[in-house]
């Protein structure tokens, strides 16, 4: 095996065990279905929503990571909302790319089952139970890829030698599996309360620990992926309200902890439906050992738009200027008119 062909070997070894081995979302509760299968349950509205995120973007190649997704509730009595709404349906699709011509390529498709238990008559505790069956597929694009035995020593790179290792690699799709719970203590209103909701969630992702291996003399079990998710929402003044949020995920013996807050100020409009009541938040995060977020986030009535940008803090900032990265969020909501929420 020449240097080449082992150096590469190499990196699509590491590729697969190193942490990042699944996509990250900065907007972690914008990704609902990625974050947690049992909140297709909180959704008591028809929603669609797409994130874009390109990680690294200094470097001449980032990662590229798309996802898009809808809810559909489901309504005992679709007029007495909230107290008839007891889980929903959700589909995903999303794309993980990287390489110079975009040769690594994962896609995924996922659908969600949410079911609601309501703790109490007045529906201010409920939980939330979640599963997800989907499939990933992992490709890659040999064709522009050059390989050690292509080099003549006289000539140089000869595209005319066949690389002898394309025939090691093979694309490769499987089934996954994923379920979640999710506890959400979410009072009516009330002027003089200081709390306004708490939640606090666990998933599991790959839970049949699928092969993803592109090599085919080899296996390579995905690990389990489990993350907690949690925050609880204050009201500060009057139209002001601030979040402390946390998401940790684990995954083959390495751990990633997020911790930030955010600041919300919601406000009227007495001349248009879709503005009639809306919010505007910016917020700040900590990825440990890993990057500084910032975010500024706009919801409707009818939409939400989000926007933020993670400066990178690890030692790898040195060697690709800042390699910093950043996040675009749009979410569509069908409602009757139904003031914005404020979930985390």
Known sequence: MNVVR????????????ANGQDAVFSQFYNSTLYL????????????????????????VHPYTTTQASIIV???ENKHIKPFGHYGGLGLSIYTDMAGENNNFKTTGVNGNFGYNLYLDKDHVHVVSLGLQVG??????????????????????????????????FQNRAFMDVGSGIFWWYNPLPNQDRVILSINSGISAAHMNNPNESLLDFEKNRLPLLYKYH????????????????????????TTQGNFGSYISYRFFSMNSDTFAESIFRVGGWYRVKDAAILLAEFETTKFKLSFSYD?????????????????????FRITSHAPPKSRY
Do not use: C
């Open 6 to 17: 082992f150096g590469w070997l190499l990196i699509v070894f590491f590729a697969f065990q």
């Open 36 to 59: 947690n299968p049992a909140m297709a349950a909180i959704e008591d509205d028809l929603y669609f929503s797409t994130n874009h995120r390109k990680q690294w973007n200094s470097l």
């Open 73 to 75: 509730p489901f309504h």
């Open 135 to 168: 499939f990933i597929q992992k490709r890659i694009d040999t064709s522009t890829l050059t390989w050690g035995n292509q080099y003549d020593p006289y000539v140089g790179f000869n595209a005319n030698i066949a690389p002898s290792e394309v025939l090691e």
């Open 230 to 253: 949690g925050g609880i929402l204050f009201k500060i003044a009057h139209h002001w309200t601030a979040s402390i949020n946390t998401l940790v995920a684990m995954q083959n013996k």
């Open 311 to 331: 400066m990178n803090t690890s030692n790898f900032r040195y060697q690709s200027r800042g390699a910093s990265t950043y996040e675009l969020f749009l979410g």
